[in-house]
């Protein structure tokens, strides 16, 4: 179980100056209302709202947002009143756990509301504060990692309700970092066989992926030292529900996903991804109709970065990445950047 002193160590990561007394409050009395209260795992329950806190601490969330998470399950499970956590913990942070129980009480109540997309706009519409939505992803991500002890038959209803409601939630967030570890544990219990094939056969690949990016990182320097250009080069890892839909949606077997290279590479300023774009298309050719320029014209999620495939070294297709460590950081935590 994730201790809270870790948590505090998370936050203070990012945030010094963090309000240390409102997060032991929020501590404290989740500990309290939930004393006795255990999971299907066995756990103390207190686990579960420590698991949200921690990850929501990862995003790098305000404080009201991580007493909230510690907060999020007592109203609905426990004794505690809106009006308690308001009087001890203030209106906004009352605020948030009023959104995350009104959520938890969303029923289906037309066959319209039980199609995905409507469910979808039914939540994002009636949340006033987004930061629910990411209390809600959190939980609904650390519940996916517990749910090896539900019975397969629940196993299977989860994470179908979670592939079709809450990872096309994070993807329109930009969440990139909750998105890939929903979108595995999705495949890893709605198609077990298949998971496990590709996440036997992946660490393989993986190993020389990395060896090529070495031998294309050395090639690169050479040629970026002439503009004073500094560059990290990386193999792109894909995730295995990354895989598998390819496998289904091109209708190509494993063996064939990595026939094309792939590789990110960072830069410092948003000037410095064209210049190296210019390098690496004059050292190898490129394939007509394969950049995309989501710098110039971002993603409808704000996703920012170059694409480009050329015939690269060793003659293997070889699509690149290209952004600064700012632009990556919006990929993977979307709009909880914002909370920096």
Same mark, same amino acid.
């Given at each position: ?59 790098? &969330? +305000? =404080?009201?947002?991580?007493?909230? %998470? #510690? $907060? ?11 009006? /308690? ?123 020389? &992926? +990395? =060896?090529?990016?070495?031998?294309? %990182? #050395? $090639? ?11 560059? /990290? ?108």
């Amino acid at each position: 179980m994730l201790r809270f002193e870790e948590i505090v160590e998370k936050v203070q990561r990012y945030n010094p100056k963090a309000d240390l007394t409102m997060l032991r409050r929020g501590y404290i009395y989740s500990a309290k209302v939930h004393k006795g209260q255990v999971r299907m795992s066995g756990e103390s329950y207190l686990s579960h709202p420590l698991e949200v806190a921690g990850i929501m601490a990862d995003l790098e &969330l +305000d =404080v009201p947002s991580i007493v909230a %998470a #510690l $907060l999020h399950d007592t109203v609905e499970d426990t004794h505690a009143t809106l009006k /308690e956590i308001e009087e001890y913990f203030g209106e906004e942070v009352a605020a948030l756990v009023d959104g995350m129980t009104k959520i938890s009480k969303m029923e289906y109540k037309t066959r319209e509301e039980r199609q995905a997309e409507n469910f979808r706009k039914m939540i994002l519409a009636m949340v006033n504060d987004i930061r629910v939505i990411l209390i809600k992803l959190s939980d609904r991500l650390h519940n996916m990692r517990t749910l090896e002890y539900l019975s397969r038959n629940k196993q299977i209803r989860i994470a179908q309700e979670t592939l079709d409601i809450y990872v096309p939630i994070a993807h329109r967030l930009g969440i990139w970092v909750l998105q890939r570890e929903l979108e595995d544990l999705c495949l890893q219990f709605l198609h077990p066989e298949i998971y496990r094939e590709i996440a036997e056969q992946l660490p393989a690949k993986m190993e020389g &992926l +990395d =060896v090529y990016a070495q031998e294309i %990182a #050395l $090639l690169l320097q050479d040629q970026l030292k002439e503009f004073n250009l500094k560059a /990290e080069v990386e193999g792109r890892h894909s995730s295995i529900y990354g895989i598998y839909n390819k496998m289904i949606t091109h209708k190509i077997p494993f063996e064939r996903i990595y026939n094309v290279i792939r590789m990110r590479i960072f830069v410092e300023k948003t000037i410095d991804c064209y210049t190296l774009l210019g390098v690496i298309h004059n050292l190898w050719k490129p394939v007509p109709g394969k950049f995309q320029d989501y710098i110039g014209v971002p993603k409808t999620n704000r996703y920012q970065s170059l694409h480009t495939l050329v015939m690269g070294h060793k003659g293997h297709p070889v699509k690149f990445q290209i952004l600064t460590r700012s632009m990556q950081r919006y990929a993977e935590r979307g709009i909880t950047t914002q909370w920096k």
